[in-house]
């Protein structure tokens, strides 16, 4: 279970993380999580390349080795980079002293000032000291593209109810997400467009 946009409650209990951004124009914010692999994230850049807009990519750091030409073309691109731990670790699942040096394994390769907890799951002793180091963003629309039960359709449908000035919206370069990124990625860009939305960069 999960919820598109979260609730008031949870922003409050994580009050040190980034959820929005500013809401005075009509900018929202593309960012991808889980990468990078060769199966999705080349049809990601090649999609924003065409659009013109740059986006965050929250990297795991086993992709990033095992990828290392697609991060580098990342970089190239203009595009920002976040880091996502080096083993996609549930916060929640370790003790803070593991989870952080797996952070620190994914800084080596990362480099960066923006840290996304995978699932979103952190305790708050590891918020406590990533947050010296860190902008922590999480997000104000999930699209649900990692949802195998969920339609693409469906997927298209959440980002169009919920997205609002100011949006953080998460998507995923990752197997699971393949059928309902491709679907709903280009259909949104061209959208928020038209109704005269920019694509900012976090």
């Excluded at 104000?140 to 100011?166: E, M, Q």
Aim: net charge positive; aromatic share 14%.
């Amino acid at each position: 279970m999960y919820w598109v946009r979260p609730p008031s409650f949870l922003k409050w209990y994580y009050r040190d993380m980034t959820w929005r951004k500013s809401r005075s124009d009509k900018t929202i914010y593309l960012t991808f999580d889980d990468g990078p692999i060769p199966e999705l994230t080349p049809f990601v850049l090649d999609i924003l390349k065409k659009h013109g807009i740059k986006a965050t990519f929250f990297c795991v750091g086993e992709n990033i080795q095992k990828h290392s030409d697609l991060f580098r073309r990342l970089s190239a691109e203009g595009h920002r980079i976040g880091n996502h731990t080096y083993h996609h670790l549930k916060g929640w699942d370790y003790d803070t002293k593991s989870y952080i040096e797996d952070v620190k394994k994914c800084q080596e390769l990362t480099q960066t000032s923006l840290f996304r907890p995978p699932y979103g799951k952190i305790k708050k002793s590891q918020i406590k000291i990533l947050k010296e180091d860190f902008e922590l963003i999480m997000w104000d629309v999930l699209s649900g593209d990692f949802d195998t039960s969920l339609a693409p359709a469906s997927c298209y449908d959440n980002v169009i109810k919920y997205t609002r000035p100011g949006s953080i919206l998460v998507f995923h370069d990752n197997l699971k997400a393949i059928s309902r990124l491709k679907h709903t990625l280009p259909r949104i860009i061209e959208h928020f467009k038209a109704q005269g939305y920019t694509f900012g960069l976090l």
